[in-house]
């Protein structure tokens, strides 16, 4: 059985504009990523407690165009914030007609989360806070602790981070709504 394609996800915000980067990996456990993807988009629906997904879901979505279809999604946040409250994985998970797996790695707690499992990497001692829908948690937190790199944050989580702060604003961007 060949190792799954994950991709990771995250987003830059700058003002009413935003760049969203995606690495594609083969495996839990890759150190490189096999493919990169950065779109941008305009008019960005500004920061809504509670409904965070209004916000990102467009770009997360827009940057899943761009590259090859992965068979599990990683993105930075909660699949689920409470009981009977879908957080940004789970609204993702929806979007792909609930085909593809999403885990969600916070690096801070939401006070209210529920099924969360705190996973402790490298010599840290701040855990990552994973989530996950389409995928059993304990699998999840278990594969999150053995990817790549010594530090809390994964290698590749961290520079999916940093491929969407440090890129400039593509020429063709789109409207995130």
Same mark, same amino acid.
């Given at each position: &059985?060949?190792?799954?394609?994950?991709? /990771?996800?995250?987003?830059?915000?700058?003002?009413?504009?935003?760049?969203?980067?995606?690495?594609?990996?083969?495996?839990?456990?890759?150190?490189?990523?096999?493919?990169?993807?950065?779109?941008? !988009?305009?008019?960005?629906?500004?920061?809504? %407690?509670?409904? !965070?997904?209004?916000?990102?879901? %467009? /770009?997360?979505?827009?940057?899943?165009?761009?590259?090859?279809?992965?068979?599990? =999604?990683?993105?930075?946040?909660?699949?689920?914030?409470?009981?009977? @409250?879908?957080?940004?994985?789970?609204?993702? @998970?929806?979007?792909?007609?609930?085909?593809?797996?999403?885990?969600?790695?916070?690096?801070?707690?939401?006070? #209210?989360?529920?099924?969360?499992?705190? =996973?402790?990497?490298?010599?840290?001692? #701040?855990?990552? !806070?994973?989530?996950?829908?389409?995928?059993?948690?304990?699998?999840?937190?278990?594969?999150?602790?053995? &990817?790549?790199?010594?530090?809390?944050?994964?290698?590749?989580?961290?520079?999916?981070?940093?491929?969407?702060?440090? #890129?400039? &604003? %593509?020429?063709?961007?789109?409207? #995130?709504?």
């Amino acid at each position: &059985m060949s190792e799954p394609l994950i991709v /990771c996800l995250d987003v830059d915000y700058r003002a009413d504009t935003a760049v969203a980067a995606g690495l594609w990996f083969r495996g839990w456990t890759a150190a490189h990523e096999e493919a990169q993807a950065v779109a941008g !988009f305009r008019a960005v629906a500004g920061y809504e %407690p509670g409904a !965070f997904y209004r916000r990102e879901l %467009p /770009c997360l979505l827009g940057v899943l165009r761009e590259g090859p279809p992965a068979d599990i =999604v990683i993105v930075d946040g909660y699949v689920s914030l409470e009981p009977g @409250h879908p957080g940004l994985g789970a609204h993702l @998970h929806g979007a792909l007609d609930r085909k593809v797996p999403v885990v969600g790695v916070a690096k801070t707690a939401y006070r #209210s989360a529920s099924d969360v499992v705190e =996973v402790l990497r490298g010599r840290s001692t #701040s855990p990552l !806070f994973v989530t996950a829908v389409g995928i059993e948690l304990a699998t999840a937190a278990a594969e999150v602790w053995r &990817m790549h790199g010594e530090h809390r944050v994964p290698t590749l989580l961290r520079a999916v981070d940093q491929l969407a702060r440090r #890129s400039e &604003m %593509p020429d063709r961007t789109r409207a #995130s709504d």
